[in-house]
């Protein structure tokens, strides 16, 4: 597979989980809808690295993702999003340990909040990379 194809394989599989999130979300499977967007953010970042030309490793969290893609583009918008996002993109990162080995409940209102994250920092990227 080529990294373009890669490219485009990482980003689809990333509009699913948005979209099974969005699904779960509605109904009622907070815990499930968090972890659908861990894998959609993760994956959305991994393929705007491919974008970029870096190759990543598997074990990145998406702090360290978005990290390296501010490196890779300086852009304040995604600097921005790395401190304005802090807590939500923590509680992101959780959802993936958590819906392992935790047993942790989501309400509502945090599920809304951290879709509401994950499509904000999807625009800032894309925004960011796509210039």
């Known amino acids: 597979m080529t990294h373009i194809e890669e490219y485009k394989y990482l980003l689809e599989r990333s509009r699913r989980f948005l979209e099974t999130a969005e699904l779960q979300l509605d109904k009622g499977f907070y815990d499930l809808a968090v972890f659908s967007l861990e894998q959609a953010l993760q994956l959305y970042l991994k393929a705007y690295l491919l974008k970029l030309g870096l190759e990543f490793t598997k074990k990145w969290s998406i702090k360290k993702l978005l990290e390296l893609i501010y490196k890779i583009t300086n852009s304040e918008e995604i600097r921005g999003a790395l401190t304005n996002y802090a807590v939500e993109l923590g509680s992101i990162e959780d959802a993936y340990i958590t819906s392992r080995y935790v047993a942790r409940e989501y309400c509502e209102e945090e599920a809304k909040k951290l ?13 960011s990379v796509d210039r």
């Not at 879709?115 to 925004?127: A, F, N």
Request: aromatic share 0%; no cysteine; glycine share 16%.
């Open 115 to 127: 879709l509401q994250t994950v499509r904000g920092v999807m625009d800032i990227v894309g925004r």
